[in-house]
C-alpha cells in the first residue's frame, strides 16, 4: 500500500464519529474511493457499536477501513500510569501515544508526503485547531522544542517561513493537511444522520444516547461536566471503572491528580468520586441537576492535532 508511483494518495483520519464519516464520504466523493484510505486508530477503549459504524460506513463507501493501534495494548488509563500523568481536559497524553503516533507511524511507512494529502474532521467552528494541526504534521516524531518560535510559524492559511525549531521538518517533507468540512456545505450533522438512514446505516449509538462524540466510551479525558454526569447516569459501570482507576492513580502516582475541576471554585481539582456524590446526594433531595453542574460544559475532542 505505497503511493511511490507518484499518484495522490487521500489518508482520511477516521475517528468513528459524523464528521469524520462526512470527511471521508466527501473526500471520496471527489477523488475516488481507490485512492482514498480510511485510517482508523484504535484505542480499544470504544463503544461497541462505533466498530459497527465504521464497518458498515466504509462498505457503503467502498474504502478500506486501515487499523492501527498501539502496540502494547494499553487504553488510556495505562497509558497514564505509565507516563504519570492524568489526562485531563487540557492536557491527555492518550491522543498523543494511542491515536497520533500510530498514524504519523503508519503514514510514513506506507505514504510519500509529495504525494499523499491528510483529511481531517474539524468544521467551520473549529478552525483555530488548525495551525497546531498543520504544526503536528511539520515535525518529527520527536515534536516541537521550540513551541514559542515554531507556532507562529503556522496560520489557517498555511505554513509561513522560519527556521523553527530542530524538529521541524523542511517544507518538501512535511505532511499536506486539508480541512474539508471548513468548505461549504458546511457539516450538518442532521443532514448526515438522515443521509444515512436512507442507505440503512444507524448512526452511532453514543450520538443517540446523548453524547456530542463518539468516542472512548463516554470516559474521554476532554469531556466536561455534562458528559460525565451523563455517563454516570447511563453507563454507572463506565463511569465506576474511570472512577476506580483515578483512585488507583492518586494512590499510586499523584494524591492532587483528578480528571475534573470544578470551575465554580475557582477550577478546584474534583475527583470522580466527588463529582458523583454530589449528585447522588442532590437527587435524593430532588433538586435539578442544573444546580449541581454545568450542562454546558461538554468538554471538546481533539486526539489529531499532530504528533508534536
Known sequence: MTNRNGTTRHVVMMSGGLSSYETLRRTVARYG??????????????????????????????????????????????????????????????????????????????????????????GWDEQERIPGIRSGHSHTLKGCRKTALCKSLFTEEGRLPGPGCGNLLPEADAWRVEFILTEPPYFDRDKVVAELAEVGIAEPAMYREGYAHNNCQGLCVKAGQA???????????????????????????????????????????????EFRERIEAQNAAQPSLLDLIDENDWGGCGCYPGAA
Not at 465506576?240 to 492532587?256: D, I, L, S
Not at 471554585?265 to 474534583?270: E, N, T
Request: charged share 25%; with cysteine.
Open 227 to 273: 458528559q460525565w454526569a451523563l455517563t454516570l447516569r447511563i453507563h454507572p459501570d463506565r463511569y465506576a471503572y474511570a472512577e476506580e482507576r483515578e483512585q488507583r492513580f492518586r494512590r499510586e502516582k499523584n494524591p492532587k491528580a483528578t480528571i475534573l475541576r470544578d470551575w465554580s471554585d475557582g477550577g478546584r481539582p474534583l475527583t470522580l468520586t
Open 33 to 122: 474511493a481507490a485512492s482514498v484510505v480510511a485510517l482508523f486508530a484504535n484505542t480499544r477503549f470504544e463503544d461497541r457499536d462505533l466498530y459497527r459504524f465504521l464497518r458498515e460506513a466504509a462498505a457503503h463507501l467502498g474504502v478500506e477501513i486501515v487499523e492501527v493501534s498501539d502496540p502494547q495494548g494499553r487504553n488510556p488509563f495505562d497509558v497514564f500510569d505509565d507516563v504519570g500523568f492524568l489526562g485531563n481536559s487540557r492536557l491527555s497524553p492518550c491522543s498523543k501515544i494511542l491515536k497520533q503516533i500510530p498514524a504519523m507511524l503508519w503514514l510514513i511507512e506506507n505514504c510519500e508526503p509529495a504525494s499523499t494529502i491528510v483529511y481531517i474532521g474539524i
